[in-house]
């Protein structure tokens, strides 16, 4: 009876030992599924993709997980989750977004202190003065894509100023994202209210609203539905309407003489998590040497004084950029979305 027992026992330890050894990781004490990291992201599908392909090739031991979240729902989920979040590293986060977040809870980003931020352009780096929990992984300007095909069959002309979206021919024949769902939705929003002033910035909006036919909760459908001719003229982010209109027959790029809007988006590691296995070194290598080709691959607007050259096909070269007011306030910018009615 003692042998069965000791042969029990000594069997129980045998398998423990094969599970454990089964469950190591090569060249390291912890087990398979320890070494996970976690990135929520408001960025596009394309460039997902890229992240995720580059990640897994640098990182093969490593399971990266990138979860795409639309760009309220990035900052809500951060704000409920705390610093128990899912999420060990956040990407493509509204800048003003990443502002509300610091207001009600200034410990939940790690501070990035010991990265180097003079890589940055100056014109990106207005938030540095006070603090250092997150850093800038991209700009992105909006302009217009045109599809001249439904146009020419509705005998309208292409427009080309912000105020040519008023005409009444373009009735019904415009989408724009909603200010109160999208990052690009809200930067043409704040984009017309610095120029026009509020009041005027309103009545704009007032008088666009009979030519919108859709406000969509998302940056990028209003430059897909042009593409399939469900609209004529779509308001959305830069490097799209470019890549769309050299993709397809019929489409044109508007860019207005007044100058684009544009929206800066963020990127930093959850506080505590820093000291989880493979997040530091997802996140380094993301701050130091991802980043750069994918903003030459898909958003080449300049955020670094050494920026690489844009691989986009067509990519205007120079264009005048709005000096868009409260691009780091949060009141602001709250103060704005109370006040649209669309």
């Known amino acids: 009876m003692k042998k069965r027992v000791i042969g029990t026992i000594a069997l129980i330890i045998i398998v423990s030992l094969i599970l454990t050894g089964c469950g190591a990781k090569e060249g390291s004490d912890n087990p398979i599924g320890s070494s996970r990291v976690v990135i929520y992201t408001a960025a596009e599908d ?6 995720q392909e580059e990640l897994d090739k640098k990182f ?17 989920k951060l704000q409920a989750e705390g610093k128990n979040s899912d999420c060990d590293i956040f990407y493509d986060l509204e800048v003003v977004n990443a502002e509300i977040i610091l207001k009600s809870d200034p ?14 352009d100056p014109s990106v780096t207005g938030y540095t003065s006070r603090h250092h929990k997150y850093a800038v992984n991209g700009k992105t300007a909006g302009a217009f894509l045109v599809n001249t095909m439904v146009l020419k069959e509705k005998g309208c002309t292409v427009p080309s100023t912000y105020a040519d979206m008023l005409k009444p021919e373009y009735k019904d024949l415009i989408s724009i994202p909603s200010p109160k769902s999208s990052g690009t939705g809200y930067s043409y929003y704040n984009g017309m209210i610095t120029i026009m002033g509020k009041d005027a910035g309103m009545k704009y909006f007032e008088a666009l609203d009979p030519n919108i036919k859709e406000y969509t909760t998302s940056g990028s459908a209003p430059a897909k539905a042009a593409v399939r001719g469900d609209v ?24 207005p003489d007044q100058g684009l809007a544009f929206d800066l988006f963020t990127m930093g590691i959850i506080n505590g998590h820093e000291t989880k296995e493979g997040v530091k070194e997802v996140f380094d290598y993301l701050y130091n040497e991802l980043n750069k080709p994918q903003c030459a691959l898909f958003n080449p607007d300049k955020i670094y004084t050494d920026m690489p050259v ?10 005048e ?9 949060f009141q602001y910018k709250q103060d704005l979305l109370d006040q649209w009615i669309y």
């Open 107 to 120: 410990e939940l980003f790690f501070d990035l202190s010991d990265y180097d931020f003079s890589v940055y």
């Open 46 to 51: 394309e460039r997902i993709a890229y992240l």
């Open 310 to 319: 844009s691989k986009i096909e067509n990519y205007p070269e120079n264009y």
């Open 60 to 76: 093969p031991n490593t399971e990266v997980v990138i979860q795409s979240l639309g760009t309220g729902q990035l900052l809500s």
């Open 321 to 329: 950029e709005i000096a868009m007011n409260g691009l780091f306030d």
């Open 232 to 255: 004529a003229i779509a308001y959305g982010l830069l490097w799209q309407c470019v890549n769309y209109a050299n993709e397809n027959t019929g489409m044109e790029v508007v860019i």
